[in-house]
């Protein structure tokens, strides 16, 4: 297991904490590689990006006009869809432990760039 763990945490990109919150860094720091502690800390982590990601959405359709805001809401269905789409072909073509960390680390890298996309995008 410490093994696998160690290989998933080489290669994924969650990782690279950059944008992660501090909370998830020190609860990754502190996971002893047992999967519900894994699968705890990316669960937090993602309730806290898709806090950031309806609260960038919200403030952003406040300064858009009424074209754009149908414009970004279709985009955010589309990104809705993709994302889906993509965490859903790992639980497809992988399965246990790994499709749950792999899964769900997506489901949360995608949610943080489309939360700091939408904040770039806040004038």
């Known amino acids: 297991m410490k093994k696998f763990l160690i290989s998933f945490l080489v290669s994924c990109p969650i990782i690279a904490y950059a944008d992660y919150s501090t909370y998830f860094n020190k609860c990754s720091d502190e996971s002893t590689g047992i999967t519900s502690e894994i699968l705890d800390c990316i669960g937090l982590e993602i309730d806290y990006q898709d806090d950031r990601l309806n609260k960038a959405y919200k403030k952003l359709q406040q300064q ?30 992988q399965d246990g432990t790994r499709a749950d960390i792999n899964g769900r680390s997506l489901y949360l890298e995608l949610t943080m760039k489309q939360a700091n996309k939408l904040e770039r995008r806040i004038k």
């Open 64 to 93: 858009l006009t009424k074209s754009e805001k149908l414009k970004l809401r279709d985009e955010q269905r589309a990104w809705i869809k993709t994302r889906d789409r993509n965490v859903n072909q790992i639980y497809k073509t």
